[in-house]
């Protein structure tokens, strides 16, 4: 039986600290309807912008979330959206009156109880999935950190954390069934090594931060002068080192660090903006990790959908750039000028049209006895129609050209010859940023698709100019 997206029943708010600005704030969660996903709004703001919980609008990772869109930032995202996830919703305005979500204890608890006694409604679409058809893998070898997602039939997280300390030793988390997550993965607390405090203090972070949100590991010793400036520093008439635990906080589970790093990649990878099925395996993961590995997932589900979708092709309509137009548009010239129309056009896709004949050059010698495209050409003609697509993004094209800078992932699955008319279809995997561009192409002869890849461009001003 399908499962139905849920949002919450009515609003709920909080007030607090935000852990890195100190600043006061007031953060709503309201009842979204369907298929609205998880989005921030900045009412303090004016006209009170929106940003979407997109791994595409995150801009900082160093220590939380940050997400920004149409101007406006909102930081340390994930706890809020690790209990928005954790608690199975699908929908949710969540309002701040600030820059910066409150820490409140440093885990999604108290989230998760409000979202709980506030009452978690089932509305009538069907919950959205995405379903894994291969591994991914997200590798930084500097750091060793690894994450990888097998297809799956259910989505479970398992973590690992070692940082060859030994207070905290390896340790282990896992969640299988996210029934369990308010129990056994809510409760758990961020955690800060001592070394890292001041400097982060330095920095002019932390300044919501304290010993009731946080657990500090100790995992050297202590001259008292040091106990003393931090006592100062968080404004602590007393500080005490138990079992290289800064104060005598109480762990709620001897792997807490472990559970409150699978907590934040619930929240991470709640920015995925849907859910997916697959067996997830991360080894020492981060933020900045965890948003990479969300971007992965994210372009996957982009390239599904975009395989759903074969172009019409109707001779009988006016293109939107005709053969004369696209020499405007690109430099190329023939024999080198590989698409003859363009008939879509928007700023996230572009469709174009090569006819293949026997009359081109390089059949001559590819080959004599039996003419075939070759596959290099295919990646030309999708690199001129993502030329297309690109270009038309910057005000004045006619002064810049498109440099393609990576190829990746490229499959071909039949023969071109001549007498087809291949459709060239170019879409944008994520946002053009700073030049550069990320695409997905297909190529393709009637309903045949015929070659894939992904390809990546940056935009360059012409230097005469």
Not at 29 to 56: C, M, S, W
Not at 199 to 221: C, F, P, R, T, W
Not at 229 to 240: A, G
Request: charged share 25%; glycine share 6%; aromatic share 8%.
């Amino acid at each position: 039986m399908a499962e139905k997206q849920r949002t919450i029943q009515s609003p709920i708010t909080f007030k607090g600290k935000g852990l890195h600005t100190g600043i006061e704030v007031k953060l709503t969660i309201k009842p979204a309807p369907e298929n609205h996903g998880y989005i921030f709004k900045r009412t303090d703001l004016p006209e009170q912008p929106v940003i979407t919980a997109l791994a595409e609008n995150v801009v900082d990772t160093s220590r939380g979330t940050t997400i920004e869109e149409n101007g406006a930032k909102v930081a340390t995202v994930e706890h809020v959206l690790s209990a928005l996830a954790g608690m199975r919703l699908d929908n949710a305005l969540i309002e701040v009156e600030g820059p910066e979500t409150p820490i409140l204890d440093g885990s999604s608890s108290k989230y998760v109880d409000a979202i709980e006694e506030a009452g978690i409604v089932e509305q009538n679409a069907e919950r959205r999935y995405f379903k894994l058809s291969e591994k991914i893998e997200y590798y930084d070898e500097e750091n060793g950190v690894h994450i990888i997602a097998y297809p799956d039939k259910m989505q479970s997280i398992n973590v690992l954390i070692d940082y060859n300390s030994e207070i905290l030793g390896n340790q282990y988390a896992t969640l299988e069934n996210w029934k369990d997550y308010k129990v056994q993965i809510a409760p758990c607390r961020t955690f800060v090594f001592l070394h890292e405090l001041e400097q982060l203090a330095k920095l002019n972070l932390i300044k919501g931060g304290d010993l009731d949100n946080a657990i500090v590991i100790v995992d050297h010793e202590m001259p008292q002068e040091d106990i003393d400036r931090l006592s100062e520093l968080f404004n602590q008439p007393k500080i005490e080192v138990k079992e290289g635990i800064l104060n005598n906080l109480e762990l709620h589970f001897s792997n807490e660090p472990a559970r409150h790093k699978l907590l934040d990649m619930v929240g991470d990878l709640a920015l995925v903006g849907r859910w997916f099925r697959a067996k997830i395996i991360a080894t020492r993961p981060g933020h900045y990790a965890n948003v990479e590995f969300a971007k992965l997932l994210r372009q996957v589900m982009k390239k599904q959908m975009m395989k759903k979708t074969i172009p019409v092709y109707d001779p009988n309509k006016k293109p939107v750039y005709d053969i004369q137009q696209i020499q405007e548009k690109l430099p190329h010239r023939p024999p080198f000028l590989l698409i003859d129309k363009t008939i879509y056009l928007d700023d996230k896709k572009v469709v174009c049209i090569k006819n293949v004949t026997i009359n081109e050059p390089y059949f001559t010698g590819h080959f004599p006895a039996e003419a075939v495209m070759p596959g290099v050409l295919q990646i030309e003609a999708l690199a001129q129609a993502g030329g297309m697509l690109i270009l038309g993004l910057v005000p004045d094209p006619e002064n810049y050209s498109a440099y393609f800078i990576k190829i990746d992932k490229v499959k071909f699955k039949a023969k071109v010859v001549p007498g087809d008319t291949m459709i060239l279809k170019m879409d944008l995997l994520s946002p053009l940023r700073r030049g550069i561009a990320h695409m997905f192409g297909e190529i393709f002869v009637g309903e045949k698709l015929v070659c894939e890849g992904e390809l990546m461009a940056q935009i360059v001003k012409d230097k005469n100019l």
